[in-house]
């Protein structure tokens, strides 16, 4: 095992880069990072329709939510890679494949994440926000949505976590990313097939275990922020040690 982590240690990271395209965990983190940032904005429009007042807004977004929650990622892959190309004109490389893939999904689990994250919000937040004067839009811009994305940012995390896991089904579709790679290892090894794919595991493990550490301590550091401070009665004394005779 320690024969083929030096040997190949390069190519698991970034496959046949520069001299090819970009591959292994470097290409994992980039898909997925790129796939989440794309899905934000999505997210937090889906989001906001599933909590607004209006009826012709929330219903729709609400089956289209339950709908792709419905689909495996994988037949979306599918769909994309196959059939989106008759219907433009042009093929979709696998990795843009994979990108709008991710992004729908993401965006879809990250509206629920905001949707969850302004009903946490306590309503008199708002209400006190009405009262002041701010319409419907300024209130949940600088008032509801700043608190949200902060109790969000845990679940943010492990929806990040989630999409690197998601990225090894781009194998399916002959993306260079990480399990693909190590495919491509094991076949020029052959008698190695256990070691090859404990790396591997080993990568994921290192790559979703520090971000869920990341996200817990998170999670903490909010707990930790909300408990409440020990109020001091007006007139007590700064000091409370003060020698009795």
């Not at 433009?88 to 994979?98: C, E, L, R, W, Y």
């Not at 008698?191 to 290192?206: D, E, G």
Request: charged share 10%.
């Amino acid at each position: 095992m320690i024969e083929l982590v030096q040997t190949y240690w390069l190519y698991f990271l970034v496959g046949q880069y520069p001299q090819g395209p970009l591959g292994g965990v470097a290409a994992t983190v980039l898909l997925a990072a790129l796939a989440l940032l794309l899905a934000m904005p999505i997210g937090l429009l889906l989001g906001l329709a599933r909590v607004s007042s209006v009826a012709a807004l929330r219903r729709p977004v609400t089956v289209i939510a339950y709908l792709v929650r419905g689909i495996p990622l994988l037949l979306m892959v599918f769909w994309i890679y196959f059939y989106l190309p008759t219907v433009t004109g042009h093929k979709t490389d696998q990795f843009a494949t994979m990108l709008i893939a991710l992004v729908v999904f993401d965006g879809v689990y990250l509206g629920e994440i905001v949707r969850a994250g302004i009903q946490g919000v306590p309503k008199g937040q708002y209400e006190a926000a009405r009262a002041l004067g701010l319409s419907h839009g300024r209130a949940m811009r600088r008032v509801i949505l700043p608190q949200a994305l902060r109790s969000m940012l845990p679940s943010l995390v492990n929806q990040f976590v989630s999409t690197i896991k998601a990225t090894s089904l781009g194998y399916i579709i002959g993306l260079t990313e990480a399990s693909f790679i190590a495919t491509q290892v094991n076949s020029q090894v052959f008698v190695h097939p256990t070691a090859v794919y404990l790396i591997l595991s080993l990568m994921y493990f290192v790559l979703c275990f520090g971000l869920s550490r990341v996200a817990l301590m998170i999670e903490r550091r909010q707990a930790r922020r909300n408990l409440p401070r020990p109020a001091r009665s007006p007139g007590s004394p700064a000091i409370s040690n003060v020698p009795t005779a």
